[in-house]
């Protein structure tokens, strides 16, 4: 049986912020998105959110949702949000931040709104009108926006669904999805779309740039992205935000980042968008042997964005592994510099991701933590500063 698409943000913690303290993201600060913005602020960029649909009216979203952009024959309740995630996905990526709203990483770009039916969507009415995950990413792919944003996952791959990631690609869409949330009870499943490839799936990662428990690990991560204690609507009311964690999350701040690396450099292909995030990615192991639980690292986009002559490699040569036919493109620039990678069979549980340890003299330095592989430093702050489908030694397990 085929498994059932269903939102990544994982489960809300228990108290809401309360209606007059605006939503903590710490991230901002992490990202340095004040610099950042000095440079760009995603203007120009459109980025498609296939998701619950999303809701125009919050203060942060007045402006910024671009329904006229949605293809008639997918324009269905695009602007009519029957859970509340695709709001939050579209604030994350493009928030104004007005009235105690989310800023988004990159606030001046624009979304294009697309409605799929997820597991969320429980009136029978409603799921027949409503479009499939393939139908949303085709309407997406044929619209103008640069990026699409995927932020929901099934333990099963769909024939229809590879197929319109196929169609996204060929037409030079840029296409990030969450990892998926069930790391803590069946790791190194792969989820879907993340898993497709050509879809950059993330991982999330907390303000110490620990990958949390819950996100999944393996061949389908490619990029970590702040995805703990991020703020996200309660529920469809759109009165409160509530503290959340998901790789939901992590993936829609990756897309802000490429709207923001976009838009500094729009006549960039995807491959050189995605290049230049890849090769300044925050890791310390071997570029050719990629984390299980972070990737190529953590996205630092800001690291792209204060170098304008930076070289982002060819335009038409994707900067993924051999394994998906990809050749070896030269890096854009070199990131921070490495250690030997992590032995194979690098310990999984408590030891996925990156802990905080004060670099002095006002940067921030980060170190890998590992049992085997011990604690190396890499500089320039762990969200301040690639993508793959590895070979990984650990087994791929499907739901049912």
């Known amino acids: 049986?085929?498994?059932?698409?269903?939102?990544?943000?994982?489960?809300?913690?228990?108290?809401?912020?309360?209606?007059?303290?605006?939503?903590?993201?710490?991230?901002?600060?992490?990202?340095?998105?004040?610099?950042?913005?000095?440079?760009?602020?995603?203007?120009?960029?459109?980025?498609?959110?296939?998701?619950?649909?999303?809701?125009?009216?919050?203060?942060?979203?007045?402006?910024?949702?671009?329904?006229?952009?949605?293809?008639?024959?997918?324009?269905?309740?695009?602007?009519?949000?029957?859970?509340?995630?695709?709001?939050?996905?579209?604030?994350?990526?493009?928030?104004?931040?007005?009235?105690?709203?989310?800023?988004?990483?990159?606030?001046?770009?624009?979304?294009?709104?697309?409605?799929?039916?997820?597991?969320?969507?429980?009136?029978?009415?409603?799921?027949?009108?409503?479009?499939?995950?393939?139908?949303?990413?085709?309407?997406?792919?044929?619209?103008?926006?640069?990026?699409?944003?995927?932020?929901?996952?099934?333990?099963?791959?769909?024939?229809e669904e590879e197929s319109a990631v196929k169609y996204a690609l060929a037409k030079g869409k840029l296409l990030f999805a969450g990892t998926g949330n069930d790391g803590a009870t069946n790791d190194f499943a792969r989820e879907f779309p993340a898993a497709y490839p050509g879809v950059v799936g993330v991982s999330a990662a907390d303000k110490g740039g620990t990958v949390g428990d819950f996100s999944q690990s393996g061949n389908h991560v490619d990029l970590a992205s702040p995805g703990l204690n991020v703020p996200v609507w309660c529920d469809t009311n759109f009165q409160k935000y509530c503290p959340s964690q998901g790789t939901s999350q992590a993936s829609a701040i990756a897309s802000a980042s490429a709207a923001l690396i976009w838009s500094a450099h729009p006549s960039w292909t995807a491959d050189q968008v995605l290049?230049?995030?890849?090769?300044?990615?925050?890791?310390?192991?071997?570029?050719?042997?990629?984390s299980k639980y972070l990737g190529y690292g953590l996205i630092r986009p800001r690291l792209v964005l204060e170098k304008?002559?930076?070289?982002?490699?060819?335009?038409?040569?994707?900067?993924?592994?051999?394994?998906?036919?990809?050749?070896?493109?030269?890096?854009?620039?070199?990131?921070?510099?490495?250690?030997?990678?992590?032995?194979?069979?690098?310990?999984?549980?408590?030891?996925?991701?990156?802990?905080?340890?004060?670099g002095g003299g006002g940067n921030t330095s980060w170190v890998i933590g590992g049992v085997v592989a011990g604690l190396i430093a890499i500089g320039g702050g762990v969200f301040a500063a690639i993508r793959s489908r590895r070979r990984d030694v650990q087994p791929h397990h499907h739901k049912p």
């Open 1 to 159: 049986m085929l498994g059932t698409w269903v939102v990544v943000a994982g489960a809300l913690a228990p108290h809401a912020f309360a209606d007059e303290t605006a939503p903590n993201q710490w991230y901002l600060t992490a990202m340095q998105a004040a610099e950042m913005w000095k440079v760009s602020t995603g203007k120009g960029i459109k980025v498609a959110v296939v998701d619950t649909g999303v809701n125009p009216d919050t203060h942060a979203l007045k402006g910024q949702v671009l329904a006229q952009d949605v293809p008639k024959n997918a324009s269905y309740g695009a602007t009519q949000d029957y859970d509340g995630h695709g709001t939050t996905m579209a604030e994350l990526i493009a928030g104004t931040g007005e009235g105690g709203g989310l800023k988004g990483l990159a606030p001046d770009a624009k979304i294009v709104p697309l409605r799929i039916s997820l597991e969320s969507l429980k009136d029978p009415a409603q799921q027949k009108l409503t479009q499939s995950s393939a139908a949303g990413i085709r309407a997406a792919a044929d619209s103008d926006a640069k990026i699409i944003n995927l932020s929901y996952a099934s333990a099963s791959p769909r024939p």
């Open 275 to 290: 290049r230049t995030m890849i090769d300044t990615a925050g890791r310390s192991w071997d570029k050719n042997t990629p």
């Open 308 to 358: 304008p002559d930076i070289d982002p490699g060819p335009a038409d040569v994707d900067p993924v592994s051999l394994d998906q036919g990809a050749s070896n493109a030269a890096p854009a620039t070199p990131a921070a510099p490495g250690s030997k990678a992590p032995p194979k069979g690098e310990p999984v549980a408590k030891e996925k991701g990156i802990e905080q340890a004060d």
